[in-house]
């Protein structure tokens, strides 16, 4: 994989990481129109690295609520800061019983599966034309709400349906306060993101042999700063009741990639 490769896919990577459009599903397109010929254990890592990157423009972004957090838990009490860490911790539960019990599935979904990303993508679209017509409230995120969400999470680990297009919608549809659902979906993917980081890391599949290294910092460099400006605007957004525009979005990428699919099948 080249630099130019590498900036494209880590632009890809880091901005549909926050907007609800799906990256594993953009991903999959992007290699596809790229043709990408990487090796398994090249593309693990290339994926570990834009992974990391947007792990760390989320932690950025949101570094004030972290450390909020982290000092309220520090204290020991059950107080909000506890309990939000600890709903972010119950939402994870479905995607990490998901993810570990049907591994090998959900991997062959992924790779020249265009046609079911396309449809996936239709699916998201779906999902943000309901939640973009719920009415707003002051509501927070119940215990109840939480485990709810970290199912749609799981569901979104299937490449086109978008991660924070399904918690965000799933969230605001339980009756959430927009801003506040936002808030959760993109705080709850952190240790998910550094969960599958470690797995893969420990798995011993990755491989540093031959590694374009140039290549990667391009590529992370990518993820990271296109990631700082969409976690960002999308914050933005959801406020202002604008997911509509990209369940538009989901359905034209979602048709090429049905038609893409088609034509080369």
Request: aromatic share 10%; net charge neutral.
């Amino acid at each position: 994989m080249d630099i130019i490769d590498s900036i494209i896919l880590g632009i890809i990577q880091g901005l549909t990481e926050f907007l609800p459009v799906s990256s594993s599903g953009h991903l999959e397109i992007g290699k596809a129109i790229l043709g990408d010929d990487s090796l398994p254990e090249e593309s693990l890592l290339f994926s570990v690295v834009l992974h990391f990157a947007t792990a760390l423009s989320t932690m950025v972004v949101f570094r004030k609520d972290i450390f909020s957090l982290v000092k309220g838990a520090l204290k020991f009490e059950w107080n909000e800061d506890l309990q939000f860490i600890s709903k972010i911790a119950f939402s994870l539960i479905p995607a990490v019983a998901i993810g570990l019990l049907f591994e090998k599935q959900l991997e062959s979904l992924f790779g020249d599966n265009i046609l079911f990303v396309g449809l996936m993508l239709i699916i998201t679209a779906v999902l943000l034309f309901l939640a973009d017509k719920a009415k707003d409230t002051n509501k927070k995120v119940s215990f109840k709400d939480a485990f709810i969400i970290g199912i749609s999470q799981a569901i979104a680990l299937l490449p086109g349906i978008s991660r924070s297009g399904a918690t965000i919608s799933t969230s605001v549809l339980l009756g959430n306060d927009k801003t506040k659902a936002a808030r959760f979906s993109f705080l709850m993917v952190v240790p998910l993101i550094f969960g599958k980081i470690a797995k893969d890391a420990l798995s011993g599949d990755i491989s540093m042999e031959s590694q374009n290294i140039t290549a990667l910092a391009a590529g992370f460099i990518a993820a990271f700063v296109s990631g700082l400006f969409a976690c960002t605007w999308m914050i933005a957004l959801v406020k202002k009741s604008k997911l509509s525009y990209f369940a538009y979005y989901c359905i034209i990428v979602g048709v090429i990639a049905i038609v893409f699919a088609l034509l080369n099948s």
